[in-house]
């Protein structure tokens, strides 16, 4: 059974950075798809950003150049750098995987039905 927990949110005042974490059990960062969700308060969840089958990253255009993912080098651990921090990035932050590999077109942003499994989510605050 594959567990995801996230670490590293807290608050910030805007512009600065954070660094979250996710540690898996039962799984390895090595294969398949991975990366990271956000849902604000009454706002719907949406992607952040992900890498596919250990070469390819993709990111939401609302990140693009300032976050930045990766993992470690044992493949058990994901992160997600945060910089240039704005209110608006506020939201609680999921991380997600599933084993299976993704060849989509380079348009395409990963959705929640791509993914089997979630953390229980970190959140993050950023005042202005």
């Known amino acids: 059974q594959v567990q995801l927990v996230e670490s590293g949110g807290g608050s910030v005042q805007a512009g600065g950075s954070l660094r979250l974490s996710c540690v898996a059990s039962g799984y390895s960062f090595s294969t398949g798809r991975m990366g990271w969700f956000r849902q604000a308060p009454g706002k719907e969840r949406e992607a952040v950003a992900f890498?596919?089958?250990?070469?390819?990253?993709r990111y939401a255009d609302a990140v693009k150049g300032r976050f930045s993912i990766s993992t470690d080098n044992g493949k058990n651990a994901l992160f997600l750098q945060m910089n240039s921090l704005k209110p608006e990035d506020t939201a609680m932050y999921y991380c997600v995987s599933d084993p299976r590999a993704m060849f989509a077109a380079s348009w395409y942003v990963p959705q929640r039905t791509d993914f089997r499994d979630w953390g229980q989510g970190t959140q993050v605050t950023v005042s202005s």
């Open positions: 890498i596919l089958n250990d070469a390819e990253t």
